[in-house]
């Protein structure tokens, strides 16, 4: 059973920086596809950045590109991270992290199966 668990949401003003965590468990191959999405009220959710646990540079949507950053913690591949800088009013959202095992790892591909409850990110002046 694949579980993922978010943490490090909270609220920041504009400008500001807040670090995301997710951890991963249960899941069976070495190297699965690890993405961040983000939903606002009323809005289509979004893939923000995606990586694989196993290796590899990370990619990013285009809105962020620049100021988010996804790593992952080398000793634990099953711990990913999405620091956010320079944070925007319209960076608020709820985000959440979720697991895909398919071969094709971006924001934009399918595949994640596997979600986390989500941690709410507000960027307020």
């Known amino acids: 059973q694949v579980q993922l668990e978010e943490s490090g949401g909270g609220s920041v003003q504009p400008g500001g920086s807040l670090r995301l965590s997710c951890a991963a468990s249960g899941y069976t191959y070495t190297s699965a596809c690890m993405g961040w999405f983000r939903q606002a009220p009323g809005k289509e959710r979004e893939g923000v950045a995606a990586m694989r646990t196993g290796g590899g540079g990370a990619t990013y949507a285009d809105s962020v590109k620049g100021r988010f950053t996804m790593s992952r913690d080398n000793a634990k591949n099953t711990v990913v991270y999405l620091q956010m800088d320079s944070l925007k009013p319209e960076d608020t959202a709820m985000y959440y992290c979720?697991?895909?095992?398919?071969?094709?790892?971006?924001?934009?591909?399918?595949?994640?199966?596997?979600w986390g409850q989500g941690t709410q990110v507000t960027v307020s002046s």
């Open positions: 979720a697991l895909s095992y398919s071969p094709i790892c971006t924001p934009k591909s399918g595949g994640f199966d596997y």
